[in-house]
């Protein structure tokens, strides 16, 4: 509008320049008149000719300008809208490998298990197995589904369900996969303790107890949790699972308990592999626990097994510690990483935390992944290793005993 409005006011001096030079032709005007003003009217006239060309030119160039700004807003979101459909296109396809690999994984024959498999190397338990009693004693074991949900009380069936596999010794696992976008494959497994009810109603995933129940060895729990892994690992992966390996969750009571961690500890300086194939995952108040849990901590580092720690709210600038006391792994909610909750108002942002893990030399995985575009999110903060129900939640890996007698009974 007002490069419209000085055009205008220039178009009117030069108009006005042209009657002065008209008027200065008639032969009443004086000699002076007659000389002077027509030559400023003329110059007027050209300064305002010359200003009016210079902004039309102005206006060309901007309007210009603006398609091309326009042009390169289209271009931007066309890319975007291909690059948003490139990326939910492989994600279904990583969804629907993840699928049959995990298929392949928990639908094993038991013909196909080496004789023998099933059994763990075993770990001394700190209570004898006359405490089967008082595991049956439990009135209210708070359960833990997953990393993020608690739940507060589960029924009868499933606490029997419990008690009774921790003292007969036949806990089973279910493994949900920790996936790589960029690989399109499982590189881990989150491990959960699967546990079906006796009145043959619906079957729950355990990753870890939320709390201390009274009359349940939650030490022996995590122990059982541990031998359960390694079978399992063994049985159906071998040696594969090195590069995958399986993430058991513990807390302060296995990390408190000396009998409990030092059994652990052995185990992996008999068995080096196990090192490699084992990953264990511990909130992260547990870096600055003291006495007896740091001690069990640092044992089972310097015995060579990694740590995931879950639930970071500590600065970006501490990673380097704690990867010096053998952290790995960061677990956060693909919810917190996305900054849509924070637990402080000051709190990094998602893409800090992710640099920072970076130059610690310490892989970020997102839990909670629901949704599609929770993943394209996580990928452009250059996350690569996620888990959630978008990809696949816990499936059960029934052991060869649990398969015969799943035959018998038919």
């Not at 990753?207 to 201390?212: E, G, S």
Request: glycine share 6%; net charge negative; no cysteine.
């Amino acid at each position: 509008m007002l490069r419209k409005g000085a055009f205008s006011l220039l178009v009117l001096l030069a108009l006005v320049g042209v009657l002065e030079v008209s008027s200065a032709q008639s032969p009443d005007t004086p000699v002076v008149h007659s000389t002077i003003l027509p030559m400023l009217a003329l110059v007027l006239a050209a300064v305002a000719v010359a200003a009016a060309l210079f902004a039309v030119h102005s206006a060309r160039k901007a309007q210009a300008d603006f398609q091309r700004f326009s042009r390169s807003i289209e271009m931007a979101l066309r890319d975007l809208t291909l690059r948003s459909d490139r990326e939910a296109a492989s994600l279904g396809e990583l969804n629907r490998r993840i699928g049959e690999e995990i298929r392949a994984l928990t639908e094993l024959a038991a013909s196909d298990a080496p004789a023998g498999s099933d059994e763990a190397p075993s770990l001394p338990r700190e209570r004898e197995r006359e405490e089967a009693p008082a595991y049956r004693a439990n009135a209210a074991a708070p359960l833990e589904r997953t990393g993020d949900v608690d739940i507060p009380s589960a029924p009868e069936a499933i606490r029997a369900a419990l008690v009774d596999a921790l003292a007969q010794g036949t806990l089973e696992v279910s493994l949900q996969p920790i996936i790589s976008v960029a690989q399109s494959a499982a590189t881990g497994f989150e491990v959960h303790a699967h546990v079906e009810p006796t009145d043959s109603g619906r079957g729950l995933d355990i990753r870890r107890l939320a709390q201390p129940v009274t009359g349940l060895d939650q030490a022996g729990f995590e122990a059982a949790m541990v031998r359960a892994a390694v079978a399992a690992g063994r049985r159906q992966l071998g040696t594969a699972t090195e590069r995958m390996p399986f993430h058991v969750a513990i807390s302060e009571a296995l990390l408190g308990s000396s009998a409990e961690t030092k059994a652990v500890a052995e185990l992996g300086r008999i068995h080096r592999a196990l090192t490699s194939s084992l990953v264990f995952s511990i909130p992260a108040a547990l870096l600055s626990a003291r006495g007896e849990a740091r001690e069990g901590l640092d044992l089972l580092t310097a015995t060579g097994f990694r740590l995931a720690v879950e639930g970071w709210e500590a600065e970006p600038s501490d990673l380097p510690q704690a990867k010096a006391r053998g952290v790995h792994f960061l677990k956060l909610p693909a919810n917190r990483l996305l900054d849509r909750e924070r637990m402080r108002r000051k709190a990094p942002t998602g893409f800090e935390l992710s640099e920072a893990a970076a130059a610690a030399g310490i892989a970020i995985i997102a839990t909670g992944v629901a949704r599609d575009d929770d993943a394209v999110g996580l990928i452009d903060l250059g996350i690569d290793l996620m888990e959630g129900e978008r990809f696949s939640g816990p499936r059960r890996v029934r052991s060869s005993a649990a398969r015969q007698a799943a035959l018998v009974n038919m």
